[in-house]
C-alpha cells in the first residue's frame, strides 16, 4: 500500500513539473517574439497575473530601455490613422486607438524595412490606387525619419537614402506586402517587398465600418482638397481647449513639485541647485556654466555651452535617434505633471548647418487636430554634438472643457475655397482669452 502512495506522488510530481516547465517555455517564447512596447503585451500580462506578479513600472526591469522606448513611441507614433477593407474606409483618431494599431503592425514594418525591396516612384494614379486599395495608413502630421523610427523599434533598415515619411501606408498585393512613403517634398514612393500581406490582410478585416473616405474620390472634392484628405461623413463638434497657467491656477505646493519635476528633466539636482527671482518674476537656476529660466507665464529657456571635448558635427544613424529619444524622455519628464488632455509629436528633427546644431522641434494634438503655436512649434531641443546646448517651450496644462465649437463640414467648407489646396486641416488657435477653438485652416497649392 505504501509503495502505492509513493508511486502516486511522484507520477503527480511529474506531471506538476512538466506542466509549469511547459508554461515556462511558452512564456518565454511569447515574451521573446513581442516588441518591449507592445500595448497588447501591457495590457495582456496585466490581465494574465491579475496585477498580482505585474506592474507597468516594472517593465524597465524587464525590459531595460523600456521606459526611453515608450516615451519614443509616444511621441513618434502617428497622429492619425486610416483602414480601408473593401472599400470601406475606418478614420481613427484616438492617439491611444492609433498607438495600439501603429505597434500592431510594427513587425511587418520591421519586416518591410529590413527585408530587399524594389523602389518606384508613383505617379498619382499610381497613388490613388494605393489609396483605394486594402491598406493602413498612417499620418504622422510631422516629418520622421524612417531610419530613426526602424531603429527605435528594432528593425534593421534597408531602404538605402535617407526617407522623410509625412504618410506612410502598409497596403496588400498579390505579389507581397507595399510600404510607400508619402515624403516631406510632396513625392510618393513605394517599396514592393516579398514579406507575406497575410497578417495585414488579417488585420484589415477587423475594420468594417465606412466613417470616411479620400478626397480624390468625390469629384467636387478633388478640384479643391489634397488628395489625402481624409473626409468625415459625420464630424462631431470639437471640444474647447483651456490653457492656463501652473504657476496661476495651482496651489504653491503644486507649483513647486512641478518646477522640481521640471530640473531634474534637465539634470539639476531640485534640492541643491541655486536659484534666484529677477524683478519681473522670472526664476533662474544656474549650475555649472547652464541656465535655466521660467518666467512667470511659463516660457521656458535653457542654454548651456558646449563641453571643449565635443565636437559639432552633423548625427548620422544611430547618434541620431540616441538624440530624438533623449529628447522625448526629457521631453515627458519635463512636461508629464501638468500637459492635460493633448499629446506630443515630432514635428521635424533636422540639422542646422549654420548653428552647427541638431533640432528636434515638438507639436501637440488633442483627438487628431492640432495646436497651433506662435512659434510654430510646442517644443524646441537644440543639440550639438548629441550634447543638449538648448530648450525652449512654455510649461502650461491645456484641459478640454465641457463645451463645444460647432464647425462648418468637411463639404461645406471645402466649396467656399478657390483653387487646390497643398494643405486642409483642422487645427486649434488659441485666442485672447487663452481658449484654444477648433477652426479650418488650408494653403493653397503653388503650381
Known amino acids: 500500500m505504501m509503495r502505492e502512495h509513493t508511486k502516486r506522488i511522484l507520477l503527480n510530481g511529474s506531471i506538476l513539473f512538466l506542466l509549469f516547465t511547459l508554461l515556462g517555455l511558452i512564456l518565454w ?23 498580482l506578479f505585474w506592474d507597468e513600472s516594472d517593465a524597465d526591469n524587464l525590459y531595460p530601455g523600456y521606459e526611453e522606448y515608450d516615451d519614443t513611441m509616444s511621441i513618434l507614433s502617428p497622429v492619425r490613422a486610416a483602414v480601408q477593407n473593401n472599400g470601406a474606409l475606418t478614420y481613427l483618431t484616438n492617439r491611444e486607438e492609433v498607438r495600439d494599431l501603429f505597434e500592431r503592425v510594427g513587425a511587418l514594418l520591421s519586416a518591410a524595412v529590413d527585408t530587399d525591396s524594389v523602389k518606384q516612384d508613383l505617379n498619382l494614379y ?98 479643391h482638397l489634397p488628395d489625402e484628405f481624409v473626409v468625415l461623413s459625420h464630424r462631431e463638434d470639437p471640444v474647447i481647449i483651456k490653457k ?94 501638468y500637459i492635460g488632455d493633448i499629446t ?20 501637440c494634438v488633442a483627438d487628431g487636430i492640432v495646436l497651433s503655436f506662435e512659434d510654430g512649434y510646442f517644443a524646441r531641443l537644440e543639440y550639438t554634438g548629441g550634447v543638449l546646448v538648448g530648450a525652449h517651450l512654455t510649461i502650461a496644462s491645456y484641459v478640454m472643457t465641457a463645451q463645444t465649437d460647432a464647425i462648418l463640414s468637411d463639404r461645406q467648407i471645402a466649396a467656399t475655397v478657390d483653387g487646390k489646396c497643398s494643405l486642409f486641416e483642422l487645427r486649434y488657435i488659441k485666442n485672447q482669452s487663452n481658449e484654444y477653438h477648433a477652426s479650418w485652416y488650408y494653403q493653397k497649392q503653388v503650381d
Open 344 to 363: 506630443p509629436y515630432v514635428l521635424r528633427a533636422y540639422y542646422d548647418e549654420a548653428e552647427q546644431q541638431y533640432i528636434v522641434l515638438f507639436g
Open 29 to 51: 517564447t511569447w515574451f521573446g517574439d513581442i516588441q518591449p512596447g507592445s500595448a497588447q503585451r501591457r495590457q495582456m500580462i496585466s490581465t494574465m497575473l491579475g496585477g
Open 244 to 337: 492656463s497657467s501652473p504657476f496661476s491656477d495651482y496651489t504653491s505646493t503644486a507649483s513647486e513639485r512641478i518646477i522640481n519635476a521640471v530640473l531634474e528633466s534637465f539634470g539639476y539636482n531640485a534640492y541643491t541647485t541655486g536659484g534666484y527671482i529677477e524683478s519681473d518674476g522670472t526664476r533662474v537656476y544656474v549650475e555649472e556654466l547652464s541656465t535655466l529660466r521660467i518666467s512667470p507665464t511659463g516660457a521656458l529657456s535653457y542654454y548651456a555651452p558646449l563641453p571643449d571635448e565635443v565636437k559639432p558635427s552633423a548625427p548620422e544613424g544611430s547618434e541620431r535617434t540616441s538624440i530624438i529619444m533623449n529628447a522625448a524622455s526629457m521631453l515627458n519628464q519635463a512636461a508629464s505633471d
Open 126 to 223: 499610381q497613388w490613388r490606387s494605393i489609396l483605394s486599395g486594402n491598406m493602413v495608413f498612417f499620418d504622422f502630421e510631422g516629418e520622421i525619419p524612417l531610419d530613426v523610427l526602424a531603429e527605435v523599434i528594432g528593425a534593421d533598415y534597408n531602404l538605402g537614402e535617407e526617407v522623410i515619411a509625412r504618410y506612410l501606408v502598409l497596403s496588400t498585393s498579390s505579389d507581397g506586402l507595399t510600404l510607400t512613403i508619402f515624403s516631406r517634398n510632396g513625392t510618393q514612393t513605394s517599396y514592393k517587398t516579398v514579406v507575406s500581406p497575410s497578417e495585414l490582410e488579417s488585420l484589415i478585416r477587423e475594420f468594417e465600418s465606412s466613417n470616411a473616405f479620400f478626397a480624390f474620390e468625390d469629384r467636387t472634392l478633388s478640384s
